[in-house]
């Protein structure tokens, strides 16, 4: 590989050293400098057509567009001068002359850049004292709708649908003061990827249709996850409002998803707040399940399954460390453990090499796949007569509670109750993806963490504690105190992992270490 040339310049009279061909831009962001900018976005081409970026550079005649002018040896910038600041003052005067004064009643209030370099750098009045233009909202398709007042035309979307998505749909029409992103004739916002545009935004101008109006910006908790949806993998965080997931946004990893996510992973979270769940642990008394202390019930699934043969039938959702201990049961008894996945299309985003909407529809199906777990068609292929039957979140889709008469007795570990698994023995009710920390190991073998972003409901538990207890129960181990612990065992004890903890993964992951059963690391 040829050597990169490091190129050493000063910003704001910070010493900094950046690769040859680094814009001033990124260089700035290196010295902790965020020059104001508008059209400019790492995942995009460089159009350099919104002026905001411009700096002073040392010797040169005229303001230079930092986005688009690469750095050079003894470089001086400076980006906070009077002639700067005058001419960004006059950018951002321009902008603003058509648009209205909507941040009261607009989604993007709270997280726009308008706002933030108006209040930053702007004018604190306006000069304009004629009519404002208007044009009308019009829906572009897919999840997005346009609202053209506020467009600053930065052309952000156009390039995202042309240069990543590789489908023209979006132009720039008209020109001058009547200028407005249009669509192409016949053309909609159909992509798989096409959501992007609303993050790729930076302002109001592109809304969700799922998102409009649920929320402002400064009433979300967010943490960092990982999207549970296919086997990609991207990392995304996760918004809530009153401990209700309100929405799915895109977390940059250049590893993975760089700084996108689809469609189809973004809205696909309701089910992350299903009321219908599992709350109390139980145990079958007297012909019914009953509410029952947690202790109490784990020591009753560990008597049903202390000398039984265990057939497991586990999520793919499921996190790494509760399938390593749900892999601990089948192997203390000499049992099988199965999965099943939904599939679907494949959607790749052409722009960016090795992303795609995956046909696997769960994130952890390659994790299950290295703690041991057999894909099977359908849940109960393998089942044995006179196995315990062990749920571990598996919704029984397509199964009636005959089929499940061939077990000798059935333990549900879930987030709900399956309509077929009712004659259960036990109901040990767990926290769902959304509710509790863990990994993934995506397809490429990259083990991701993922945070909780709200609290479980009732007495559910982690995955990770209520199996743990069981095996302690069941004289195998000690009890883990944090999802750390049990992601220690694995990496002691799983070549795979050997090496791995979660500080090691930090929060944009690690591929594993055995890439021959885990494919290739990228
Ligand atoms: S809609 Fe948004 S991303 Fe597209 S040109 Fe207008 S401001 Fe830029
Ligand atoms: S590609 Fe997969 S992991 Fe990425 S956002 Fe879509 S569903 Fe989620
Ligand atoms: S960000 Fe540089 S010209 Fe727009």
Same mark, same amino acid.
């Given at each position: 590989?040829?050597?990169?040339? &490091?190129?050493?310049?000063?910003?704001?009279?910070?010493?900094?050293?950046?690769?040859?061909?680094?814009?001033?831009?990124?260089?700035?962001?290196?010295?902790?400098?965020?020059?104001?900018?508008?059209?400019?976005?790492?995942?995009?081409?460089?159009?350099?057509?919104?002026?905001?970026?411009?700096?002073?550079?040392?010797?040169?005649?005229?303001? /230079?567009?930092?986005?688009?002018?690469?750095?050079?040896?003894?470089?001086?910038?400076?980006?906070?001068?009077?002639?700067?600041?005058?001419?960004?003052?006059?950018?951002?005067?321009?902008?603003?002359?058509?648009?209205?004064?909507?941040?009261? &009643?607009?989604?993007?209030?709270?997280?726009?850049?308008?706002?933030?370099?108006?209040?930053?750098?702007?004018?604190?009045?306006?000069?304009? =004292?004629?009519?404002?233009?208007?044009?009308?909202?019009?829906?572009? %398709?897919?999840?997005?709708?346009?609202?053209?007042?506020?467009?600053?035309?930065?052309?952000?979307?156009?390039?995202?649908?042309?240069?990543?998505?590789?489908?023209?749909?979006?132009?720039?029409?008209?020109?001058?003061?009547?200028?407005?992103?249009?669509?192409?004739?016949?053309?909609?916002?159909?992509?798989?990827?096409?959501?992007?545009?609303?993050?790729?935004?930076?302002?109001? /101008?592109?809304?969700?249709?799922?998102?409009?109006?649920?929320?402002?910006?400064?009433?979300?908790?967010?943490?960092?996850?990982?999207?549970?949806?296919?086997?990609?993998?991207?990392? &995304?965080?996760?918004?809530?409002?009153?401990?209700?997931?309100?929405?799915?946004?895109?977390?940059?990893?250049?590893?993975?998803?760089?700084?996108?996510?689809?469609?189809?992973?973004?809205?696909?979270?309701?089910?992350?707040?299903?009321?219908?769940?599992?709350?109390?642990?139980?145990?079958?008394?007297?012909?019914?399940?009953?509410?029952?202390?947690?202790?109490?019930?784990?020591?009753?699934?560990?008597?049903?399954?202390?000398?039984?043969?265990?057939?497991?039938?586990?999520?793919?959702?499921?996190?790494?460390?509760?399938?390593?201990?749900?892999?601990?049961?089948?192997?203390?008894?000499?049992?099988?453990?199965?999965?099943?996945?939904?599939?679907?299309?494949?959607?790749?985003?052409? %722009?960016?090499?090795?992303?795609?909407?995956?046909?696997?529809?769960? /994130?952890?199906?390659?994790?299950?796949?290295?703690?041991?777990?057999?894909?099977?068609?359908?849940?109960?292929?393998?089942? =044995?007569?006179?196995?315990?039957?062990?749920?571990?979140?598996?919704?029984?889709?397509?199964?009636?509670?005959?089929?499940?008469? =061939?077990?000798?007795?059935?333990?549900?570990?879930?987030?709900?109750?399956?309509?077929?698994?009712?004659?259960?023995?036990?109901?040990?009710?767990?926290?769902?993806? /959304?509710?509790?920390?863990?990994?993934?190991?995506?397809?490429?073998?990259?083990?991701?963490?993922?945070?909780?972003?709200?609290?479980?409901?009732?007495?559910? =538990?982690?995955?990770?504690?209520?199996?743990?207890?069981?095996?302690?129960?069941?004289?195998?181990?000690?009890?883990?105190?944090?999802?750390?612990?049990?992601?220690?065992?694995?990496?002691?004890?799983?070549?795979?992992?050997?090496?791995?903890?979660?500080?090691?993964?930090?929060?944009?992951?690690?591929?594993?270490?055995?890439?021959?059963?885990?494919?290739?690391?990228?």
């Amino acid at each position: 590989m040829a050597e990169v040339k &490091i190129v050493n310049l000063t910003i704001e009279g910070r010493p900094v050293s950046v690769p040859e061909g680094t814009s001033i831009l990124e260089a700035a962001k290196v010295a902790g400098i965020l020059i104001p900018h508008y059209c400019y976005h790492p995942g995009l081409p460089v159009a350099g057509v919104c002026r905001m970026c411009l700096v002073e550079v040392e010797k040169a005649p005229k303001l /230079a567009p930092s986005c688009a002018t690469s750095v050079a040896e003894g470089q001086v910038v400076r980006v906070h001068t009077e002639r700067a600041l005058e001419a960004r003052k006059g950018v951002l005067e321009f902008l603003l002359i058509n648009h209205p004064l909507d941040c009261p &009643i607009c989604d993007q209030s709270g997280e726009c850049e308008l706002q933030d370099y108006t209040y930053q750098e702007g004018r604190a009045d306006s000069r304009y =004292r004629d009519p404002k233009r208007f044009n009308p909202v019009e829906d572009f %398709g897919g999840d997005v709708l346009y609202v053209p007042n506020r467009c600053i035309l930065c052309t952000r979307c156009v390039r995202f649908m042309d240069d990543v998505a590789h489908d023209a749909v979006l132009n720039v029409s008209e020109r001058g003061d009547r200028a407005l992103i249009g669509k192409f004739e016949g053309k909609d916002l159909a992509h798989p990827w096409s959501g992007n545009v609303v993050d790729l935004c930076p302002v109001g /101008a592109l809304l969700s249709k799922d998102f409009l109006n649920k929320a402002r910006a400064w009433e979300l908790d967010r943490v960092a996850s990982i999207c549970p949806n296919c086997t990609q993998g991207c990392n &995304i965080t996760i918004e809530t409002r009153d401990l209700q997931v309100a929405r799915l946004k895109p977390r940059p990893n250049e590893d993975v998803n760089r700084f996108f996510m689809c469609d189809y992973g973004r809205l696909n979270y309701r089910w992350m707040n299903r009321t219908d769940r599992a709350e109390q642990p139980m145990v079958r008394t007297d012909g019914a399940l009953r509410s029952i202390d947690w202790d109490v019930a784990i020591h009753v699934a560990a008597a049903v399954l202390r000398d039984a043969r265990a057939f497991v039938l586990a999520s793919p959702m499921l996190s790494n460390e509760a399938l390593h201990l749900l892999s601990r049961l089948v192997r203390r008894s000499g049992g099988t453990g199965t999965f099943c996945v939904a599939t679907g299309e494949e959607a790749p985003l052409p %722009g960016v090499e090795d992303l795609a909407l995956r046909s696997d529809r769960a /994130a952890n199906v390659n994790g299950a796949e290295l703690f041991g777990f057999k894909r099977v068609d359908r849940p109960l292929d393998g089942l =044995r007569d006179g196995d315990v039957l062990v749920i571990a979140d598996d919704g029984l889709s397509g199964i009636t509670a005959t089929e499940l008469a =061939r077990a000798s007795q059935v333990i549900v570990i879930g987030t709900t109750l399956p309509e077929a698994a009712h004659e259960a023995a036990v109901l040990l009710p767990i926290a769902n993806f /959304a509710e509790e920390e863990g990994t993934f190991t995506n397809l490429r073998g990259r083990v991701q963490r993922f945070t909780q972003a709200k609290p479980a409901p009732g007495l559910a =538990r982690p995955s990770w504690l209520v199996l743990g207890d069981l095996l302690g129960a069941l004289g195998e181990q000690d009890s883990f105190y944090l999802p750390s612990d049990v992601f220690a065992k694995i990496a002691s004890s799983h070549p795979a992992f050997s090496g791995l903890s979660y500080e090691a993964l930090g929060m944009r992951g690690l591929p594993v270490l055995d890439g021959q059963t885990a494919g290739t690391a990228r």
